[in-house]
């Protein structure tokens, strides 16, 4: 068993990772990681409608989210591609200074285009910053998981949710801020800056002790190493294709009930006000709460409890909102639905990106973790997008909401058998094992 999956021996001990360096860092990275997607997220919609730009057109810009989904597709060549010159600095730190220079470049080019008399240009330009914030994604995450201990990928998970969340909050509210001071090209290119600190976080801490390099340099072979070399290493293991079963269906119910969220409430008549309060504001607060005990039930409990615990919580949550949604309008069940799905939200998305991080090889960590969160998100954003709506219609929110009840029970069915198994352990990846001292 490795020592990621056994726990740690007090509550003490699992506090303790959050001021080391490794957890500190991965907060950084999660800034940096946070950010590009604010770009072309809310700050993007807002200027393209300042500017008097079309409904339709504005919505067909979350295309470049795509990009995000996609990224699994060249994801092998930071494994495999050793960079000139500045590849001398490490396989992964210079990989992080290219890709933030890419962001950088690619928010400065937003800031130069302009909509109203440039609108297709506007949409290459948004592309290019997924592409480029994709990119740097894949490099953060393998940073990440490479830097981090065993112990500490929970932890590291949380700091990197929480560096997320700051910096995609800070970026978008900055930008907004100087936009209405000195116009939107200025404000794209101070954001640009919130690339630096995951640059420095590699400067300073250097290349991961951890990293492995996929196959020895020889031209043609390194490159089919490189891709192949993931998949081929995964599939290999005992369990694999349940495992890739759990992740293509461990959040379908989830995501489902989180779509809807926002017309439950618009149904029931809550005034926005109302929910900003105890969706925004308790919501946001609870999500940060769960984060920090989600990283802490990692480090306590070990891998294989905590996922379990977390997967029943966010099933629970759902059957929450069926509560709700019965009940009718109530300040305080809202309340206590949004907090307690956020919690739950906080806890699994620590503990289950933890597990995800352990499955890696660290031969082929950028390829296999892009790869893992791709299957992760698409079985769940396609049902959510084709079918959330028609069933809401037909059966009602209550019977909506246990339906995503029952729906996650497969996902917690399957990892108590995998543990059950014996699959859990037999499944992570190089990740997980605790390195032997030289």
């Known amino acids: 068993m490795t020592e990621i999956a056994k726990g740690s021996a007090s509550w003490l001990d699992a506090v303790k990772p959050y001021v080391q360096k490794a957890p500190l860092g991965a907060f950084f990275l999660g800034i940096s990681s946070g950010f590009p997607y604010a770009m072309i997220g809310a700050t993007l919609t807002t200027r393209l409608a300042q500017d008097g730009i079309d409904k339709k057109a504005v919505t067909a810009f979350t295309l470049a989210f795509l990009v995000y989904n996609l990224k699994w597709l060249w994801a092998w060549v930071v494994d495999g591609v050793r960079l000139p010159v500045i590849g001398r600095l490490g396989q992964r730190v210079s990989w992080l200074l290219l890709a933030g220079l890419l962001v950088m470049a690619a928010v400065a080019n937003l800031a130069l285009v302009e909509p109203t008399t440039g609108l297709l240009q506007t949409a290459y330009a948004a592309i290019l910053v997924g592409v480029a914030g994709a990119t740097f994604d894949i490099v953060i995450d393998a940073y990440r998981i490479e830097t981090l201990k ?192 956020n919690f739950a939200s906080g806890i699994g998305g620590v503990t289950v990106v933890a597990y995800f991080s352990a499955l890696c090889d660290l031969r082929f960590t950028a390829a296999q973790y892009a790869l893992i969160s791709a299957a992760a998100s698409i079985v769940g954003r396609f049902l959510t997008g084709t079918t959330a709506g028609v069933m809401i219609e037909r059966f009602g929110y209550v019977d909506f909401y246990l339906l995503t009840t029952v729906i996650s029970l497969p996902g917690i069915i399957l990892f108590w058998l995998m543990m059950r198994a014996g699959l859990i352990d037999a499944s992570v990846g190089s990740a997980a094992e605790v390195q032997p001292a030289e």
Request: proline residues 3%; neutral net charge; aromatic residues 14%.
């Open 150 to 341: 065993p112990e500490q990928l929970g932890v590291g998970s949380g700091m990197s949710q929480y560096g997320w969340r700051i910096g995609s909050v800070a970026a978008g509210a900055l930008a907004l801020v100087l936009a209405a001071r000195i116009g939107w090209h200025g404000a794209y290119f101070a954001c640009a800056v919130f690339a630096l600190p995951a640059m420095v976080t590699g400067l300073v801490l250097g290349e991961p002790e951890r990293h492995r390099e996929p196959t020895t340099r020889r031209g043609f072979g390194e490159v089919w190493e490189s891709i192949a070399g993931p998949l081929v290493e995964f599939f290999r293991r005992r369990g694999a294709w349940l495992v890739l079963l759990f992740i293509l269906l461990h959040k379908i119910g989830d995501t489902l009930a989180n779509l809807t969220f926002r017309l439950l409430f618009d149904d029931m008549g809550y005034t926005n006000d109302e929910i900003a309060i105890y969706d925004v504001g308790i919501g946001f607060w609870a999500y940060l709460i769960g984060i920090f005990v989600g990283g802490v039930l990692y480090a306590r409990m070990g891998m294989k409890r905590s996922v379990l615990i977390s997967l029943l919580l966010m099933g629970v949550s759902n059957f929450s909102f069926a509560l709700l949604a019965a009940l009718g309008k109530s300040n305080w069940g809202m309340a206590g639905a949004i907090g307690f799905e």
